[in-house]
C-alpha cells in the first residue's frame, strides 16, 4: 500500500456487497423499499459466506472509469453539498469516494433508519469531475469507501473524524489531531513468505444518527480467502476518539496467523535509527514505540525501528490489558515538517473487553527506504489457531488520541537515542519522566539493565533536568551478533519507578 497516496487522495479500494438478507431481494426492490435490518443479518451472512467457497469481488467498470490515470482520478471529487444527513441538522455526516484508477472493486453502502436499511445510490451528480466530463452510467455503481464528518474541533463546523477505505483499513482523529496510522478489521498472514492475505470489507451499513447523538453506529461485512467475518463500530469523535467494535468470525479454513485489531504505521528514521538518513528533519515516524500492558499488569515500552532486514517480535501474554502503536513525540521541533504535521499524528491504543485469554503481542516491523510506506504493524494472534466452521467473538476498543487513555503510575520513556560508543560499542541512551521520579531522592534510583547477547559496559544513571526526569546510557558491546534483546526499568529497591524499556538492537 502507498500510504501518502491514501492520504492525500483518500483513496479506497472497494468491494461488492451482498444483499441484506439470504431472501431474495433485488437492488429495485432494495432501493424502493428498503428491507428490514438487524445486526444479526450481518452474522448470518458471514456465516452463509464462509460455508462456500471464496469468490473474488467484481472489478468491472464503465469504459470511462477504466484505464484512468492517478491525475484524471484525482480531479474526481466528493461535492461537500451532497453529504447524506447534510440537511437534517444531524451530528454526523457521510461523503463518499468514487471508483476508478487502482480501485475498481465495489462497495455498497446502506443507510440505516427506524429499522429499514436502503442503499445509498450512486449517482454521477454527487460528484465534480475537473475538466473530465461527468461518465454517462446507468444504474448504481456503488462507490470506493466512506468518510463521517463531524463538529469535533468547533460547533459550526464538519471535520473528518474516520474514513473507512481500501481492503479493512479504517482511522480515525481526535480533536485537533490529522490522520496517521491505520487500524485493520483483519490481517491474515503478514510477513508470512508464501504472501500476505488482505480481507476486504464487502458492504456497510450505517445507522442514521439521533438529533444530538454523541455516538454513529457502523455495521460491516468482511471476506477472505481464509474467513468472513461480522463488525459493529460504535464510533465517539472527541478529545480521544474511540471506536468499540464486535467481530463475529467465521474461518473457512483453519488460520495458523490470523492477526486480531491488527495496527498498520510507519517509521522512517528517528534518534535511535538514522543510519544512511540524509534528511533536514530530525524524525519522520506517525509512530515511535509499541506500548503494551499485559496480563501480569506489567506495562512495557519498546521503540520502534527500520531494520535492514525484516523483523517479527513476539510478546507471550495471557489476557493483554492494551497495546498500541503510539507517538509520543508531541513538539514541532521533534520532526521540523510544516506539511505531513507529525506531531499531530494520532496514537492507537486497543483495550480488550473480556479474556482473551492466551496469545502474543505481535510486532512487525518492515525495511523501508522511503516514509510513502506503511512498514509497521501490530496485531494480537491467539495462541490457538481458528478452526474451519468455527465462531470466534472478539469485543475490543480502540482508543484514537495522544496518550494511554489510563497510563499506570510509573515513569515512561520519552527518548531512546543511539549513537557511536568508544571501543566500537555501540552507546545507548534512554530518558525517562514522570511523578513516580520526582518523589524519589536521585541516589535512590538504580537501573536494571540486562542483554541476551553481547556485552554491557558503563552503565550510568543521572538526572536529566530537561526533562525532569532520569537518564540511563551504556555502552553495548555487541561483537558478531546480528540481534540483541536488551531490557531496561528503574527501580527503587524492590519497587519499579518506570516502565521496561525492551529493545532489539540490529547492526
Known amino acids: 500500500m502507498r500510504r501518502r497516496d491514501l492520504l492525500t487522495t483518500a483513496l479506497a479500494l472497494p468491494f461488492v456487497a451482498r444483499p441484506l438478507s439470504s431472501t431474495l431481494v433485488t437492488q429495485a426492490q432494495a432501493q424502493e423499499k428498503g428491507v428490514p435490518f438487524e445486526a444479526a443479518a450481518i452474522r448470518a451472512m458471514a456465516r452463509e459466506l464462509a460455508q462456500k467457497p471464496y469468490k473474488a469481488p467484481d472489478n468491472k467498470l464503465p469504459d470511462p472509469l477504466k484505464d484512468l490515470t492517478y491525475d484524471r482520478y484525482r480531479m474526481i471529487r466528493f461535492k461537500p453539498d451532497q453529504a447524506l444527513w447534510k440537511a437534517d441538522g444531524l451530528p454526523f455526516q457521510l461523503q463518499f469516494f468514487h471508483r476508478g484508477f487502482y480501485y475498481t472493486n465495489r462497495v455498497d453502502l446502506y443507510e440505516v433508519k427506524d429499522g429499514i436499511a436502503t442503499p445509498i445510490v450512486y449517482s454521477p451528480d454527487m460528484f465534480t469531475f475537473g475538466d473530465q466530463s461527468p461518465p454517462d452510467i446507468k444504474g448504481n455503481l456503488g462507490f470506493a469507501g466512506f468518510r463521517i464528518h463531524g463538529p469535533i474541533n468547533r460547533p459550526d463546523y464538519f471535520d473528518e473524524i474516520g474514513v473507512f477505505l481500501g481492503a479493512s483499513y479504517f482511522r480515525a482523529v481526535a480533536k485537533g489531531q490529522v490522520y496517521g496510522l491505520s487500524a485493520r478489521g483483519l490481517s491474515i498472514k503478514t510477513a508470512d513468505p508464501t504472501g500476505e492475505e488482505f480481507p476486504i470489507f464487502k458492504g456497510f451499513w450505517i445507522e442514521r444518527p439521533a438529533k444530538g447523538a454523541n455516538s454513529i453506529v457502523v455495521h460491516a461485512l468482511l471476506d477472505s480467502e481464509s474467513a468472513a467475518a461480522a463488525y459493529r463500530f460504535t464510533i465517539r469523535p472527541g478529545e480521544t476518539t474511540t471506536y468499540d467494535i464486535e467481530v463475529t468470525l467465521y474461518p473457512r479454513v483453519q488460520i495458523e496467523q490470523p492477526g486480531l485489531a491488527t495496527l498498520t504505521s510507519m517509521y522512517f528514521f528517528g534518534p535511535n535509527d538514522r543510519g544512511g538518513v540524509d534528511d533536514f528533519r530530525p524524525a519522520v515516524h506517525d509512530s515511535d ?219
Open 289 to 507: 514505540g509499541l506500548a503494551m500492558q499485559n496480563g501480569r499488569g506489567e506495562q512495557l515500552w519498546r521503540p520502534l525501528s527500520n531494520p535492514t532486514d525484516l523483523q517479527v517480535s513476539a510478546f507471550v501474554d495471557s489476557s493483554p490489558r492494551g497495546f498500541g502503536l503510539m507517538q509520543r513525540e508531541r513538539a514541532f521541533h521533534r520532526f521540523e515538517d510544516l506539511e505531513a504535521r507529525y506531531e499531530k499524528r494520532p496514537s492507537a491504543w486497543v483495550e480488550p473487553i473480556g479474556d482473551w485469554g492466551e496469545g502474543e503481542v505481535r510486532l512487525v516491523e518492515i525495511p523501508t527506504s522511503t516514509e510513502i510506506n506503511d512498514n509497521i504493524v501490530a496485531y494480537w494472534r491467539p495462541r490457538t489457531p481458528t478452526r474451519a466452521k468455527g465462531e470466534y467473538i472478539y469485543t475490543y476498543r480502540v482508543h484514537w488520541g495522544s496518550r494511554i487513555p489510563k497510563p499506570q503510575p510509573l515513569a515512561q520513556v520519552v527518548s531512546t537515542r543511539v549513537g557511536a560508543g568508544a571501543e566500537d560499542t555501540r552507546r545507548i541512551v534512554v530518558d525517562f519522566a514522570g511523578e513516580a521520579l520526582k518523589a524519589v531522592a536521585p541516589a535512590d534510583i538504580k537501573a536494571n539493565v540486562s542483554a541476551d547477547k553481547g556485552a554491557l559496559r558503563n552503565i550510568v544513571v543521572h538526572q536529566n533536568p530537561e526533562i525532569a526526569g532520569t537518564r540511563v546510557s551504556f555502552q553495548l558491546a555487541a561483537g558478531s551478533e546480528k540481534a540483541i534483546e536488551l531490557r531496561a526499568q528503574l527501580m527503587r529497591g524492590d519497587d519499579p519507578l518506570s516502565e521496561v524499556w525492551v529493545y532489539r538492537w540490529t547492526p
